[in-house]
C-alpha cells in the first residue's frame, strides 16, 4: 500500500524535478527548511494547515494520482482534491442509480451497513466485558434493536434504530475509558476530549473510506443509507458506518486508556474541545499503525491489512450493484 502524508504547518507546496518540496513557514511568517517527499509510493495528503500551491502542482498531483484532503482549524472536513476517476465507467453510474431507486435493491444494501455497524459496536462492547467492566445491559439492549432490522419497512426507520444502538453503544463509553467523561455525543463543537476524538477519528474514517471508493467505479456521491445530498461524498459515510467502530473507537479506547492522549493533548480555548496539534499527531500516528496491521481474511484466505479491507468493501458493493453479487455482506470483526 502507498503512503500518507499529514502536512499540519502553514506553508508552500511545489514540485521539484519528481519530487514535492514541502516549505513550511512560522507564526511570523518567516519560511523554515524545506522538506521533500517523494511522489512515487504517495497516495494521499491531508493538508490541516494554509497551504500555499499552483495548478502546475495539482496537475503534476493528479498525473501521479494523489489525493488531497483538505481541514480547517477546527478540524472540518473542508474538501478534496481527487485526480480525474480514472476507473470512471458509465455502466456502474447507471447500476448504481437503478439501485438506489429500488427501494428493496437499497434497503438491502442500507440494512447491510447498519447490521455491520452494530456488530462491530457489539464486538467491542464484549471485548470489554470480557475484561470487567460489566456491559452486559448495553449488549442485551442493541441485540434487541438488531433484531428489528430484517422488518424494518424502509431505510428512515432502519436509520432510527441505528441511532439508537449508536446511543446506547456511546453511553458505554464512560465505563470503558478510565480517563475522560464523555456524556452525550456533542458534534458541532465537540464539548469534551472524548467527543473531539470521536469526530476527528470519524472524519478520517470518512476520507479513507472516500480513497477506497475512489479505487472503484462507484460514484460516491450516490448513497444508499445516508440520502444523497448537496456537495458531500454520502456513499463514504455509509460504509464508513461498518468501520467506525473498529478503527477510531478501538484506537479512542487504546491511546485513552493507556494514557497516550492526555488532558495536555486538547484545545479547550474556542468555544469547544479540540486535539491540538501534538494531540492530532498522535492519533494519526495510532490510526496509521492500526491501518497498516494484518488480520488473516477468512474468505481470501491470506492476511490483508485494515486499509484494504475498506477497498474489499467496496468492490463487495460493486459486485451487488452490477448483480454479480446476489447479497451484500458487510465486515462484521471476529475477534
Request: hydrophobic letters at 35%.
Amino acid at each position: 500500500m502507498k503512503d500518507t502524508y499529514y502536512l499540519f504547518n502553514p506553508g508552500r507546496l511545489s514540485r521539484q524535478d519528481n519530487t514535492l518540496r514541502f516549505t513550511p513557514v512560522n507564526e511570523s511568517g518567516q519560511e523554515l527548511p524545506s522538506k521533500f517527499i517523494p511522489i512515487e509510493g504517495l497516495e494521499n495528503l491531508y493538508v490541516f494547515g494554509s497551504l500555499d500551491a499552483n495548478s502546475a502542482l495539482f496537475n503534476f498531483l493528479g498525473k501521479h494520482r494523489v489525493s488531497v484532503h483538505f481541514f480547517d482549524y477546527y478540524e472540518h472536513y473542508t474538501g478534496s482534491f481527487q485526480p480525474k476517476e480514472y476507473l470512471l465507467a458509465g455502466k456502474m453510474h447507471v447500476e448504481q442509480t437503478r439501485t438506489y431507486l429500488d427501494p428493496v435493491r437499497r434497503l438491502h444494501l442500507a440494512r447491510g451497513f447498519v447490521e455491520g455497524a452494530a456488530a462491530n459496536m457489539l464486538r467491542n462492547l464484549k471485548y470489554y466485558t470480557g475484561r470487567g467492566r460489566g456491559l452486559e445491559a448495553s449488549i442485551t439492549v442493541i441485540d434487541q434493536f438488531m433484531d428489528k432490522f430484517s422488518s424494518v419497512p424502509d431505510v428512515a426507520t432502519l436509520m432510527g434504530l441505528e441511532g439508537n444502538c449508536r446511543q446506547v453503544y456511546y453511553s458505554a463509553f464512560d465505563t470503558i475509558i478510565q480517563e475522560f467523561e464523555m456524556g452525550g455525543r456533542l458534534k458541532q463543537p465537540p464539548g469534551n476530549e472524548v467527543n473531539a476524538l470521536i469526530s476527528f477519528g470519524n472524519m478520517i474514517c470518512y476520507t479513507q473510506v472516500l480513497d477506497a471508493i475512489y479505487h472503484t467505479q462507484m460514484n460516491p456521491t450516490i448513497s444508499f443509507l445516508h440520502e444523497p445530498g448537496v456537495r458531500r461524498y454520502s456513499l463514504a459515510l455509509d460504509v464508513a458506518e461498518v468501520f467506525k467502530p473498529i478503527l477510531v473507537d478501538r484506537t479512542l479506547f487504546s491511546l485513552v486508556n493507556k494514557r497516550i492522549i492526555q488532558a495536555k493533548h486538547f484545545d479547550q480555548s474556542l468555544n469547544g474541545c479540540f486535539l491540538n496539534p501534538t494531540g492530532k499527531q498522535i492519533f494519526l500516528k495510532a490510526f496509521e499503525e492500526r491501518l497498516a496491521e494484518t488480520i488473516h481474511h477468512r474468505s481470501l484466505g491470506k492476511k490483508v491489512s485494515y486499509k484494504y479491507l475498506l477497498r474489499l468493501e467496496c468492490y463487495k458493493l460493486t459486485k451487488y450493484i452490477l448483480g454479480i453479487d446476489k447479497e451484500y455482506k458487510p465486515f462484521k470483526i471476529w475477534w
